[in-house]
């Protein structure tokens, strides 16, 4: 049976996507052409641009699909056997198992982004969308009580948002980076600010705690 035309758009897409990581990855934004692009995804520039019509909408098809795996794995973080259970999991697939490829692209799309007003645009909201992720799974957490009650929930978002990205770097930046030893660590410490989080981490006197505005 022959796969429907959406299908087959949707594998086309992905495989220019896969394409333009590699890429990206490999020798940077700018210096990619479109006719390298179409060289490492076997197709003519032509049907190229069906499916994207510059490097930007490439972008943005990166930033679309990192926001979709994104909400798929925090939401997973509640299913697991115990919150800090599932963050791990989730730190061991975007902190050590992420491909370097992908590490480096993440690394691209930022730098490109000071640059760039329509990647900075997409960029900074795919950190708004993902911050509103792990404020609602810390959320989650807090009323299940495996972390403190009273924790201000945006600046942990934040605070973890900044260790990823630190960690991403590090990989993109210094080859010889041990992120797996690493890690052990970066957990202790998350743990040691959620359960005891120190007064920078509690909500400014006289604002309620977001989880509890929420209910």
């Known amino acids: 049976m022959r ?6 758009q949707s594998d086309r897409r992905a495989a220019i996507l896969d394409a333009a990581q590699r ?29 994207f019509p510059s490097k930007e909408a490439i972008i943005a098809g990166f930033v679309e699909r990192n926001r979709a795996e994104a909400a ?11 919150f800090f259970e599932g963050l791990g999991a989730i730190a061991q697939r975007y902190l050590i ?7 480096g692209l993440c690394a691209e799309i930022m730098a490109e982004s000071r ?5 900075a645009r997409l960029y900074q909201q795919l950190e708004r969308d993902v911050h509103a992720l792990i404020v609602d799974m810390l ?8 972390i403190a009650r009273d924790v201000d929930l945006d600046a942990a978002a934040t605070m973890l948002m900044v260790l990823a990205d ?4 590090r990989r993109a930046a210094s ?40 209910a």
């Open 23 to 51: 890429c990206f990855s490999r020798d940077g934004f700018h210096q990619t052409s479109v006719q390298q692009l179409c060289l490492e995804a076997g197709m003519s520039a032509g049907n190229l641009y069906r499916y």
């Open 175 to 214: 080859p010889g980076f041990d992120a797996k030893a690493v890690l052990p660590h970066l957990m202790h410490m998350v743990h040691s600010l959620l359960v005891h989080p120190p007064d920078g981490l509690h909500p400014p006197d006289g604002e309620t705690r977001r989880a509890e505005t929420a």
């Open 166 to 169: 630190g960690m991403s770097w």
């Open 3 to 8: 796969r429907s035309n959406a299908q087959l």
């Open 115 to 119: 640059r760039n007003p329509e990647i």
């Open 139 to 146: 959320r989650r957490a807090a009323e299940r009580g495996e």
């Open 72 to 82: 798929q794995d925090f939401a997973t973080v509640g299913e697991a056997a115990s």
């Open 97 to 103: 198992e992420r491909p370097e490829e992908e590490v």
